[in-house]
């Protein structure tokens, strides 16, 4: 079994916390010097983050190990998946994932990350961004090509990134204590994670509430929306992970199965806003939805107007553009537009580093997006986030 752990000499969570909206010079050159061996230690797994790569013959379990910062997932993290896969791949029956502890399967990428690289925008920590989105955004595409069954148990919380690492899985487990959401327009981001090929294929236009708004699903929901495939009792999942890691592999479906509990459809918490959610995010853009939205409202549709409002311009008409692209491209497609619009909202944009700052250090303030407002949100910038970047910044799948 392989267990990476932090260097005690180095602390990220220290570094971060230093930085303000506006350093001083003098602090910059230090800040780089930091920065730069973080980086470095982050890309060879052994810098702040924790994973548990555990072989049972056959089969093979990773465990994200982190859940003191929710089971967040680093660049060390995606490096250690990615490559394990490659080799599993070849002699592995079947491959399962989980989180540890008892709040979160994994709460999406490590805001720290980001944070940090605000002020560095010259080439060479670009190409150490470059080197971030690689990992990231091949992890969807390595488990959604495995020809060896991937099983995602997504206890607890599933957020942003953590959907790179369980909706291309080909069984998705989630339990009672199960939370789903993509909540990246909150800060200042768009949905990642591949979810703009998933999201345009899921039933009654939920994926597009889910990308536009970072509405919430849980338990027995995330199963009726399409995002999971199976529902089953929190207390009796470490029973079907050992079932599951002792078998060969034959009877995958029948072992889940028998700890499968069925719900009804008529128990689908959105059953009753569906015509809503068909109409109003089947419009062609953000301000559309809205005036549906409006005219219709419902307590409901109001509910959705303020989570709308409350996001960023710019997130915004960048995950329904992204998530209507997605409907008709296939999923290596879908990772290299992920990485283009993330390497281009990180370079150009500022929202996202407004948003983290606010969920790292001023919880009691809400952003100021630049734009404020969507009319000022030109698309002509949104499909150059989409579809411009240099060759060597590409996606390599």
């Known amino acids: 079994m392989l267990r990476l752990k932090s260097l005690n000499r180095f602390d990220i969570r220290k570094m971060i916390h230093t930085i303000r909206p506006d350093p001083s010079t003098t602090d ?106 690689q990992e990231y955004y091949s992890l969807s595409y390595n488990i959604g090509t495995l020809k060896v069954p991937f099983i995602a148990l997504m206890n607890n919380i599933t957020m942003g990134l953590g959907s ?55 338990g027995t929901d995330i199963v009726h929306s399409g995002i999971a495939t199976h529902f089953v009792p929190s207390e009796k999942l470490e029973n079907l992970k050992n079932e599951l890691l002792k ?22 918490s959105l059953n009753q806003y569906l015509d809503i959610i068909e109409n109003c995010f089947s419009a062609p853009t953000v301000e559309e939805i809205l005036e549906r939205l409006k005219k219709d409202n419902s307590k409901w549709s109001r509910k959705i107007i303020e989570m709308i409002n409350a996001a960023s311009p710019t997130s915004l008409k960048s995950a329904l553009l992204i998530i209507q692209r997605g409907k008709n491209l296939d999923l290596a497609d ?27 250090y001023e919880k009691d303030r809400k952003p100021e997006w630049n734009p404020a407002r969507l009319e000022d949100v030109p698309m002509e910038k949104i499909i150059h986030y989409l579809d411009n970047v240099s060759p060597e910044k590409e996606l390599k799948l």
Not at 79 to 91: G, V, Y
Not at 107 to 115: D, E, H
């Open 247 to 268: 078998s060969d592999a034959s009877n995958i479906e029948e072992i889940i199965n028998k700890y499968h509990v069925n719900t009804s459809n008529n128990d689908f």
């Open 334 to 360: 879908c990772a290299r537009m992920d990485c283009r619009m993330g390497h281009n909202l990180l370079i150009e944009g500022s929202d996202i580093f407004k948003g983290i700052n606010v969920v790292l």
């Open 28 to 133: 910059l050159n230090q800040l780089l010097a930091q920065a730069n061996e973080i980086w470095e230690n982050s890309f060879w797994g052994v810098c702040s983050n924790d994973i548990l790569v555990k072989d049972y013959q056959d089969n093979g379990l990773f465990t994200i190990d982190r859940p003191k910062t929710f089971n967040s997932i680093t660049p060390g993290i995606s490096k250690i998946i990615n490559e394990t896969l490659q080799k599993w791949k070849h002699n592995k029956k079947l491959i399962m994932i989980e989180g540890s502890g008892d709040k979160a399967f994994c709460s999406g990428g490590y805001l720290g990350m980001p944070a940090a690289y605000q002020h560095l925008k010259n080439e060479h920590y670009n190409m150490h961004k470059i080197k971030t989105f």
């Open 164 to 218: 790179a690492i369980s909706l291309q899985a080909k069984y998705r487990i989630v339990t009672e204590r199960s939370i789903y959401a993509m909540p990246e327009v909150s800060i200042g981001y768009f949905p990642d994670a591949s979810t703009c090929y998933t999201f345009p294929r899921l039933r009654n236009h939920i994926g597009y509430l889910l990308g536009v708004t970072g509405y919430r699903l849980k």
